[in-house]
């Protein structure tokens, strides 16, 4: 995995125009789908179990969030997982929250063992709680502080849940347990706004839903994201998180390949 294969993915979503299956929160929804149009995909959001599983089976992939969960979407995201593993379409978690009640991990981890997943996506309060390691804390949906090693982790969340993880914060670390990148691309401002993670997330899907390594398109999703962010960042920064947020989504339109491949900063951190 380098910076050319992470310009190569974002060739292929546009060449292909993959499409998006994500069952995803309300806060979200329209910020996600704008994201996936602006990079080249094609996403749908198709939320009631009575159509969930079909429109799985038919997607380049599937992309689950419990940002705003219910009984009722947590089946839905359940019946759509399994139809997607039955028909080959990668899995992309988001456990959003995980850690701030019971029920919302635990609605996390009953998706996690329903469903093969290809990636998880979280931060580390997040990953951590999924797997229940270590000193992690969660502030609502936010992670509040961190009490460990984050490449450890995502290493033993990879193993344990078997899996591709991706932790994302101030350095992105995305693991299969075996192999590990970091991605030092990505900017501070893409805090300030909401739904950036679960973006991130959508995107990871695109990229899956066009490569059949889940390793090296997590890792590209996450270093040309962070590109993008960095474009949008000398943009539009100093006039404040709402014009980055719409900078954000022209310059995921506009990133070429020869600036991903550029801008992209991936370090392969272990063999073991």
Not at 100 to 118: C, G, K, M, Q
Request: hydrophobic residues 50%.
């Amino acid at each position: 995995m380098d910076a050319q294969t992470a310009a190569q993915y974002l060739g292929k979503v546009r060449e292909q125009n993959p499409l998006v299956h994500c069952i995803t929160n309300n806060v979200v929804t329209n910020f996600t789908a704008n994201g996936l149009l602006a990079l080249g995909a094609s996403p749908v959001m198709a939320y009631a179990i009575e159509e969930a599983a079909d429109m799985a089976k038919i997607a380049g992939a599937l992309v689950l969030n419990i940002g705003t969960l219910s009984a009722a979407s947590v089946e839905a995201m359940i019946a759509a997982g399994k139809s997607a593993n039955e028909n080959g379409v990668p899995v992309i978690f988001d456990p959003v929250g995980a850690g701030a009640t019971p029920f919302r991990t635990e609605s996390a981890r009953s998706i996690i063992d329903e469903v093969h997943l290809s990636v998880i996506r979280g931060n580390a309060a997040e990953i951590a709680n999924i797997v229940g390691a270590g000193d992690w804390s969660i502030k609502g949906v936010d992670a509040a502080g961190a009490g460990g090693d984050i490449i450890q982790l995502a290493k033993t969340a990879a193993n344990k849940l078997n899996t591709v993880i991706a932790i994302t914060g101030k350095t992105d670390i995305i693991s299969d347990g075996t192999v590990t990148y970091a991605i030092h691309n990505g900017d501070k401002m893409l805090t300030k706004v909401t739904g950036a993670g679960c973006l991130l997330t959508s995107v990871a899907g695109a990229f899956c839903a066009v490569g059949q390594d889940a390793l090296s398109a997590a890792a590209a999703a996450v270093s040309v994201y962070g590109s993008a962010a960095e474009l949008a960042a000398a943009a539009a920064s100093h006039k404040g998180p709402g014009s980055f947020q719409i900078e954000l989504l022209n310059k995921l339109s506009f990133i070429s390949e020869k600036e991903a491949a550029e801008l992209a900063s991936i370090e392969r951190v272990t063999n073991a």
